[in-house]
């Protein structure tokens, strides 16, 4: 069977990808740091979609995350068709000694380890002279903002290091696209229940079904880079004409204090 692998895969947008994936007729390869998780998506996709499921708990933001990731692909003989470079974490704090840690995991889980798990894979893809790639970057690429300083600029290195490979690869018949969503409704917002709704009912925030059936049919046709949905042409826009000072206060308001 044509094997899906999907990083991030046992929850959130990732499960989604999965969902998506197996119904297509692909067997899955999910990978996560989120044992019970996995083993929670691995029944349930089973339950619904019928399709082999095989997962790995690993942390993907070792320096050696993705070569494990390969090795455990060739383990079980997997011949992955379609990657998706799914995996990340967020936070919105000011940038400090006390929260180094936290910004050295997400460069790992966001540069490091996708450019790897691209030219690791990418490179047997290209041998096979067929393949596709999926990248999840965000509308914050667009957006160096306070409080997302690590995230916005490793997105935004997303962004441009999966546009590039696109170029190097499509010669050889593999396709490798960019998603940059806006808010979607996942567990990486820490937001009420009641604002959720109402956002959700105004279209600021989209469930993660919307955007992955739009992110895979980009993927099918060949699209280098998507950014769905109307926020995504208002929020940087906006952004982009507000003079630094007030950025600099709102930053100390919402997020400092």
């Known amino acids: ?18 969902r998506e994936f197996a119904s297509r007729g692909y067997q899955l390869a999910l990978v996560s740091n989120r044992e019970e998780e996995l083993a929670g998506a691995k029944q349930s996709l089973n339950k619904e979609c019928g399709v082999p499921v095989h997962t790995l708990c690993a942390d993907l933001a070792a320096s050696d995350g993705a070569e494990k990731v390969m090795a455990w692909c060739d383990s079980l003989g997997l011949e992955v068709e379609v990657l ?29 380890t996708p450019t790897k798990m ?19 970057s965000s509308m914050t690429a667009r957006i160096p903002a306070p409080g997302i300083g690590v995230y916005s600029a490793s997105k935004a290195y997303l962004k441009s290091f999966s546009k590039s490979f696109s170029y190097e690869m499509r010669p050889f018949g593999v396709k490798v696209t960019t998603v940059c969503p806006a808010a979607i409704d996942t567990g990486l917002y820490p937001i009420s229940p009641a604002l959720r709704r109402t956002l959700r009912s105004i279209g600021i925030i989209r469930s ?42 709102l930053g100390l308001k919402w997020i400092m204090l």
């Open 1 to 18: 069977m044509k094997t899906a692998l999907i990083t991030g895969g046992s929850s959130g947008i990732g499960l989604e990808y999965s």
């Open 84 to 112: 998706v470079n799914n995996a990340g974490m967020f936070f919105m704090e000011y940038l400090s000694p006390a929260n180094l840690g936290k910004a050295d995991t997400m460069m790992g889980l966001h540069v490091c």
């Open 118 to 136: 691209c030219i690791l894979f990418g490179a047997r893809m290209k041998e096979r002279g067929r393949g596709y790639i999926l990248n999840m």
């Open 208 to 249: 993660p079904r919307w955007l992955v059936r739009r992110a895979v049919r980009a993927l099918f046709r060949g699209r280098r880079t998507i950014s769905p949905g109307i926020t995504n042409a208002i929020v940087p826009a906006l952004v982009a004409i507000l003079p630094s000072r007030m950025i600099d206060r």
